[in-house]
């Protein structure tokens, strides 16, 4: 079955970068996409961008080019999203999603990220 | 890329059907068949319940249905229950390779 998973939570000071994993499972991760988002605190799903399984295209947000940067891992079926230059606003639960024929089928359990001094 | 717009709740007891609305523009919505619907409750994944403005996925219930009319969907939830009450996302294809996401509605089963 398909199986994504997350790494697990970051704390980070302002400034840094903080770099997520998106390990999937069960599917062929080359015929699909991998999307981000994250929730801050009390609001609502954003949606950062993806990243292309089979060529490693990527579409970012306008909202986050230039801070944002998303790779893969063919061989191990893992994508990665990288943040930086962090700040207290960044401090979300982060997600990853499987695109497939323009809809996020399967989700990660979310990866809490917290910027703090 | 301005976000979708969703009642920021709703709320309605159970066996009551409830409706959430999402409004976009001639961009997204009025431009492209392929709005879908999430189920998030807190703390766990998003899951999503809905395809193409009225398709669903198999495994989800058929209490839940989806619309489009010009550039606004919508999500019914016929019969609800207790186990809905969770937070409601819509999103778009925008064109260009970009997706949007609506604010999210919290529905408050009474």
């Known amino acids: 079955q398909v199986q994504v998973v997350q790494s697990g939570a970051e704390v980070k000071k302002p400034g840094a970068s903080v770099k997520v994993s998106c390990k999937t499972s069960g599917y062929s991760f080359t015929a699909n996409a991998v999307h981000w988002l994250r929730q801050a605190p009390g609001q609502g799903l954003e949606w950062m961008g993806w990243i292309n399984g089979v060529d490693g295209y990527t579409k970012y947000s306008q909202n986050f080019r230039g801070r944002v940067t998303f790779t893969s891992d063919t061989s191990a079926s893992t994508a990665y999203m990288e943040l930086s230059s962090l700040g207290s606003e960044d401090t979300a639960v982060y997600y990853c999603?499987?695109?497939?024929?323009?809809?996020?089928?399967?989700w990660g359990q979310g990866t809490l990220v917290t910027v703090s001094s | 890329q301005s976000a979708l717009t969703q009642p920021a709740s709703v709320s309605g007891s159970p066996g009551q059907s409830i409706t959430i609305s999402c409004t976009g523009t001639s961009s997204d919505i009025g431009n492209y068949n392929l709005v879908s619907w999430y189920q998030h409750h807190p703390g766990k994944a998003p899951k999503f319940i809905i395809y193409?403005?009225?398709k669903r996925p198999s495994g989800v219930s058929n209490r839940f249905s989806g619309s489009k009319s010009g550039t606004t969907a919508s999500l019914t939830i016929s019969g609800v229950q207790a186990e809905d009450e969770a937070d409601y996302y819509c999103c778009s294809y925008a064109g260009s390779d970009i997706w949007v996401f609506g604010g999210g509605t919290k529905l408050t089963v009474l």
């Open positions: 193409e403005f009225t």
């Open positions: 999603a499987k695109g497939h024929n323009f809809v996020l089928d399967y």
